[in-house]
């Protein structure tokens, strides 16, 4: 086996009698539509990851690492999510929903210590949204990610001026965000943000530092323009753009 495949399959499962199963299981399994192939899946994919409960993956959904995958009871996979998931991992809580085309991507080849993506109960990753978990991404119960959400758990080094960006390495902090917070459409969450419970993100803001419990924060670099608790705001005057 030459080094260029070695490598290729150390970044698709986690070693070549997992891929060769993953690989035939997906491939049989993972293009029948409607409710038999999901009724399958559910059944057939007990093999390959934990699993907890009825689940329902639609087809198109690609799994890499499926060992490190755990899904909760009633958990929904949208067509063409993709979950890749090196050590520490993928888990998405009870009746969690990622929607179609949202990529869940934990990069570890570099022996993060603290890569992962967590996802709590009754959460929802929206329509193309990108999770990137070098740093370790927690979402808590009932979170609601807009579309084209990105969270970002990884960042580059580039303060030496003599070598190239791709060659000085990275940095991976993590990301959290807090129960019951809404992140809107198209919104950015950078590495090493903490965003507190029922947070409030609006659309298009780009999140650069910690957001407080119960606060809104709109804009780029998003700044908090409200706190729910001293300032509550009525639906009549709400203004904030958050889809």
């Given at each position: 086996m030459t080094d260029r495949l070695r490598l290729y399959l150390s970044r698709q499962a986690s070693s070549l009698p997992r891929y060769l199963a993953e690989q035939v299981l997906q491939s049989v399994c993972g293009w029948v539509p409607g409710l038999v192939g999901i009724g399958l899946r559910a059944l057939a994919y007990r093999a390959l990851m934990q699993i907890e409960g009825i689940v329902a993956i639609e087809d198109g959904v690609r799994i890499r690492f499926a060992d490190n995958v755990r899904l909760g009871r009633g958990v929904y996979l949208d067509h063409g999510v993709y979950l890749h998931a090196c050590p520490g991992g993928?888990?998405?809580?009870?009746?969690?929903?990622?929607?179609?085309?949202?990529?869940?991507?934990?990069?570890?080849?570099?022996?993060?210590?603290?890569?992962?993506?967590?996802?709590?109960?009754?959460?929802?990753?929206?329509?193309?949204?990108?999770?990137?978990?070098?740093?370790?991404?927690?979402?808590?119960?009932?979170?609601?990610?807009?579309?084209?959400?990105?969270?970002?758990?990884?960042?580059?080094?580039?303060?030496?001026?003599?070598?190239?960006?791709?060659?000085?390495?990275?940095?991976?902090?993590?990301?959290?965000?807090?129960?019951?917070?809404?992140?809107?459409?198209?919104?950015?969450?950078?590495?090493?943000?903490?965003?507190g419970r029922n947070v409030v993100v609006g659309a298009g803001a780009v999140v650069t530092k910690d957001i407080p419990d119960y606060c809104v924060a709109v804009g780029n670099p998003a700044r908090v323009v409200r706190d729910l608790r001293a300032d509550p705001l009525p639906h009549e005057r709400l203004t904030v753009p958050v889809y």
């Amino acid at each position: 086996m030459t080094d260029r495949l070695r490598l290729y399959l150390s970044r698709q499962a986690s070693s070549l009698p997992r891929y060769l199963a993953e690989q035939v299981l997906q491939s049989v399994c993972g293009w029948v539509p409607g409710l038999v192939g999901i009724g399958l899946r559910a059944l057939a994919y007990r093999a390959l990851m934990q699993i907890e409960g009825i689940v329902a993956i639609e087809d198109g959904v690609r799994i890499r690492f499926a060992d490190n995958v755990r899904l909760g009871r009633g958990v929904y996979l949208d067509h063409g999510v993709y979950l890749h998931a090196c050590p520490g991992g993928i888990s998405i809580g009870a009746e969690s929903m990622v929607m179609k085309n949202a990529i869940l991507h934990v990069y570890n080849f570099r022996n993060l210590p603290h890569s992962h993506i967590t996802i709590g109960q009754r959460s929802l990753i929206g329509e193309s949204c990108i999770l990137r978990g070098q740093g370790g991404i927690t979402i808590g119960d009932d979170v609601y990610l807009g579309t084209l959400v990105q969270v970002l758990a990884v960042n580059h080094v580039f303060h030496d001026t003599t070598r190239p960006i791709s060659a000085q390495g990275i940095t991976a902090q993590g990301i959290t965000i807090g129960d019951g917070s809404w992140i809107g459409s198209g919104a950015i969450i950078l590495d090493g943000v903490r965003i507190g419970r029922n947070v409030v993100v609006g659309a298009g803001a780009v999140v650069t530092k910690d957001i407080p419990d119960y606060c809104v924060a709109v804009g780029n670099p998003a700044r908090v323009v409200r706190d729910l608790r001293a300032d509550p705001l009525p639906h009549e005057r709400l203004t904030v753009p958050v889809y």
